[in-house]
């Protein structure tokens, strides 16, 4: 997926200018950023301009106002069900109490399935928008498996991981980019980039 | 899809909403009668004109709410992506949500007819009046449901579904093409035709059913160009 002269504003408000970056297939593409800087309304845009991109953040929900048995049904008449039942036993949300709302769930299982709902549809790019975010610790590695697992099984995939959390770049290995100074600039290792995000390189 | 909005309606007690507002409708259609004309007997055929009152009077501000809230919660939700995934475009959206309501609707229409119907020992008027009251309710849902798909905010829907109908009560006073706007309205000839079948029984003439075929043409139309319009912000909306 290659951005190339890229630019996008709000409101007048420049968030990136000529950005030319190139982020690999078969890898997880993180990328940190200060807050503010924009990196939500720059997964917003790409979405936006892409059919094939899909976004799993804290504005991307599944209707939470149904049990889990109505939605999996829904599911199933959509999906092929020996995939939807091999994702939900990956997430570890195959036990889930399916007469319950999804909205009285835990914040974990809710993302689990918000994951299950959006990686069902296949798209080619996926961005991860603070996917592990106020999650516990446990939830979070069973996340950071899935997509591990899930890049290596779909070597044609691109996945965006934009997130504060370092710890997804010491679980998921892949390629390091800094949004930063209107600009998105790729580092070479994690080290590096965990080194200028946090001390701005000193 | 039609599924899901139907659970999602459960629920979410948007169909309670809708049980407890006929409910309001039929208490007040049995109320007003007492406190406003001072009589102490209400007789079945009155009782059904003055619910159907309260229905063309009062039914914006009745259902005016629930119509809002259930749009506007998938907006507040932040869902649009989940509904664009499933290639579900606004149109199909808008009339998968207006047919829940509807049939829901429906069936509390009913239910309440069926109660009076007991009460009464009467069910001479059940069909006519569940027509009418269906009609009548069909079109707030029609407007309210297209005027929420413009606002993110449901006080901002519900603010501009009562200037709506506010103008249209005085834009129907003018008369003349004007009164399409509000075609239930009681300063049209339906309504005074309704009240003759409802008290002297005298049937109201097949002519007077082409103003509520021509509105409703209208309120689609209205509602079909809001949809359009709103389609390429509909998803943005709700991120």
Known sequence: MKLSNFNLSIENKKLLTDVNVEFSEGKINHILGKNGVGKSIFAKSLMLDNENITVIGSYSNVPEDITFNELRKVLIKKFDMNK???????????????KII?????????????????????????????????????????????????????????????????SDLNNM?????????????????RKELIDLYINGGN | MFYLEFKRSI??????????????????GWALPFSLEHITAIEYNYYMFSTYTVFTQFGFLLFGFVTSYFFNKDYKDKNTIFYSCFKISVLKYYMIKISILFIEELICIA???????????????????????????????????????IFKSLLISLGASIIYWISSIVIVSFGGICKYFAVFDASNSLYSHVEKYFSQGISVPAAEFTEPVIGFGLLLIIALIIIFGTSKKWIKKGL
């Open chain 2, 111 to 149: 239910g309440g007819l069926l109660i009076v119907g007991v009460l009464f020992d009467s069910l001479e008027y059940f069909l006519s009046s569940f027509l009418l009251y269906t009609a009548v309710v069909f079109q707030y849902f029609i407007v309210v449901g297209a005027i929420s798909l």
């Open chain 1, 102 to 166: 999804l909205k009285k769930l835990s914040d974990g299982q809710r993302q689990k399935i918000k994951i299950l709902v959006f990686l069902l549809f296949d798209k080619d790019i996926i961005i991860l928008d603070e996917v592990t975010n106020a999650l516990d610790k446990t939830t979070s590695y069973e996340i950071y498996e899935l997509f591990n697992d899930y890049i290596k099984k779909n070597p044609k995939k691109v996945i965006l991981n934009i997130t504060h959390n370092l």
């Open chain 2, 11 to 28: 629920h979410n007690r948007t169909i309670i909403y809708l049980m407890t507002v006929t409910a309001v409708a039929f208490v007040m």
């Open chain 1, 173 to 189: 290995d892949g390629e390091y980019y800094l949004f930063e100074d209107y600009d998105i600039k790729k580092y070479s290792n």
């Open chain 1, 84 to 98: 939807v039942d091999h994702l939900c036993s990956i997430l570890n949300i195959s036990n889930i109490d399916e």
